[in-house]
T-cell receptor, first 112, second 114 residues
Framework: LAKTTQPISMDSYEGQEVNITCSHNNIATNDYITWYQQFPSQGPRFIIQ???TKVTNEVASLFIPADRKSSTLSLPRVSLSDTAVYYCLVDPLSGGYNKLIFGAGTRLAVHP | NAGVTQTPKFQVLKTGQSMTLQCAQD?????MSWYRQDPGMGLRLIHYSVGAGITDQGEVPNGYNVSRSTTEDFPLRLLSAAPSQTSVYFC?????????????FGPGTRLTVL
């Protein structure tokens, strides 16, 4: 059962690029890596998902090295509205909800 | 599409009372789940369902009951509320579990048990 480790908190300033790294040493062959974002008083929202190398969408990029034991969520040019908690999950291809584990996440604070 | 809806938004209970938290989705998703989130913590899975008539326990099921009579609805029942159940409760749904699918979360129910 893969478990993830992320920094508890990070601080940044508007316009900077933010990189949040997640460690998942026990990731299995069939596992995907998924990131969610949660604003205060709201439910988590899907940001991005990947299996290997690099994935990019309109919100973020996800970098996954060849050994897949870690991943990095990259937020380009953050704004105050990116202040949120970011969760890294290791998401099995199949096998049930019990394997979807939300850790404490990384609390990102963006300052003016 | 309304997505995932939850009612009520806020609820205050006294110890020992029972209540049902409602969750509904209009995306025809087979998979639904309930999580609780305590202050400063991540989400913990309470119960989940892989389809109408099928439910199973998650990480923290004690004190909660669920049923799934339709694809759309997945209510969570607190049998006898305790202060330890003070939390924010999120319902989520997805077309599949895992893989490339994603979960859609409701806005949450903030429950306080006195």
């Amino acid at each position: 059962l893969a478990k993830t480790t992320q920094p508890i908190s990070m601080d940044s300033y508007e316009g900077q690029e933010v990189n949040i790294t997640c460690s998942h040493n026990n990731i299995a062959t069939n596992d995907y890596i998924t990131w969610y974002q949660q604003f205060p008083s709201q439910g988590p929202r899907f940001i991005i998902q990947g299996y290997k190398t690099k994935v990019t969408n309109e919100v973020a990029s996800l970098f996954i090295p060849a050994d897949r034991k870690s991943s990095t969520l990259s937020l380009p040019r953050v704004s105050l509205s990116d202040t949120a908690v970011y969760y890294c999950l290791v998401d099995p291809l199949s096998g049930g909800y019990n394997k979807l584990i939300f850790g404490a996440g990384t609390r990102l604070a963006v300052h003016p | 599409n309304a997505g995932v809806t939850q009612t009520p938004k806020f609820q205050v209970l006294k110890t020992g009372q029972s209540m049902t938290l409602q969750c509904a989705q209009d995306m025809n998703h087979e998979y639904m789940s309930w999580y609780r989130q305590d202050p400063g913590m991540g989400l913990r899975l309470i119960h989940y369902s892989v389809g109408a008539g099928i439910t199973d326990q998650g990480e923290v099921p004690n004190g909660y009951n669920v049923s799934r009579s339709t694809t759309e609805d997945f209510p969570l029942r607190l049998l006898s509320a305790a202060p330890s159940q003070t939390s924010v409760y999120f319902c989520a749904s997805s077309y599949e579990v895992g893989g490339t699918d994603t979960q859609y979360f409701g806005p949450g129910t903030r429950l306080t048990v006195l």
